[in-house]
């Protein structure tokens, strides 16, 4: 038994084929451990990319790849077949820092016309929920990569963030960190039809806020600095999947836009909650009575 921690990069593509949009994996990273959790070999393959034959704006931002680079990758196919190699013959677990880089995996892969299913993995772990159960942060907010690492005092130090085998060795010194063999049997799903399932399950945003799944604990925002009650200046709207709303914390003179994203998964909801920093200008010209109005909305 082997553990490969994998991550992916991609680049959002529109495809033809299928005529909507998708994620073309343009760059694949993993790090095999043994049982022991010694760290026994790496990976790291740069994909060129078929579908989308430039990058976009952001995913050139994020993981600071050209499209010269890409170039110089193997296409996804064969990118697939030399990974399989690489994995070997060896009963595998693969995790992942949620799991968005599967769902790619086997969205790809169907696009390729490699199949469905990706059978050189035969169980799966999300690494992040995994993660959250040890730190005891089960909370439906998932927990990015970079601040799991913060947490557990890991120091990220070179390493170059959002590229696939840093992430992955980042993500492998995260699961070392917190490994507990028998919890970690709880999380190890095999990668049966039923699992393929909940992959293939469309996972849909929630719109609108009376929905029952909106738990209403998350809307509320209280003051980052002071920890006080900051006052609600606008209705949550909602827009590009999130709701959103302004507060406002008249002792520390701050405001913020909170954003949260509600999705309705196989069988349970996951939560996202983003706080932007806003400026007072801002709000004057968001709200031009924000600075009157004494009635904090609700
Ligand atoms: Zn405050």
């Known amino acids: 038994m082997q553990y490969v921690v994998l991550d992916l990069e991609w680049n959002n593509v529109y495809g033809k084929k299928i005529k909507s949009f998708f994620n073309e994996i343009i760059e694949i990273g993993a790090v095999k451990l043994d049982e022991q959790l010694n760290i026994c070999d790496e990976f790291s393959c740069l994909v060129k990319a078929q579908v989308g034959k430039k990058l976009r704006l952001n995913t050139r931002e994020i993981t600071h790849l050209t499209n010269e680079d890409l170039e110089n990758g193997v296409t996804f196919p064969k990118a697939i077949s030399i990974f399989k190699k690489w994995i070997g013959a060896e009963e595998t677990v693969a995790l992942s820092w949620g799991d968005g880089d599967i769902r790619t995996l086997i969205d790809n892969s169907k696009y390729f016309g490699l199949g469905d299913e990706v059978p050189y993995l035969q169980n799966y772990v999300d690494l992040q929920k995994y993660f ?145 920093p806003l400026s007072i200008t801002e709000i004057k010209e968001q709200n031009p009575e924000s600075q009157e109005n004494d009635n904090g909305k609700v």
Not at 236 to 258: G, L
Request: aromatic share 12%; proline share 1%; charged share 35%.
């Open 132 to 276: 959250q159960r040890m730190i005891k942060c089960e909370s439906k907010q998932q927990i990015g990569l970079k601040n799991a690492a913060g947490l557990v005092d890991i120091d990220v130090g070179n390493l170059s963030l959002h590229r696939a085998l840093d992430d992955s060795r980042l993500a492998a010194e995260c699961f070392r960190k917190i490994y507990d063999k028998k919890v970690l049997e709880e999380y190890i799903y095999k990668c049966d039809a039923d699992f393929y399932k909940r992959l293939r399950y469309k996972i849909k945003v929630i719109s609108f806020i009376k929905n029952p799944l909106v738990d209403k604990s998350y809307l509320k925002y209280k003051c980052e600095k002071c920890g006080g009650k900051a006052k609600q200046l606008t209705g949550w709207k909602y827009s590009n999947q999130y709701f959103r709303a302004n507060f406002y914390c008249p002792k520390c003179d701050h405001a913020v836009t909170v954003m949260v994203r509600f999705r309705k998964m196989y069988d349970s909801t996951e939560i996202k909650k983003v706080i932007k």
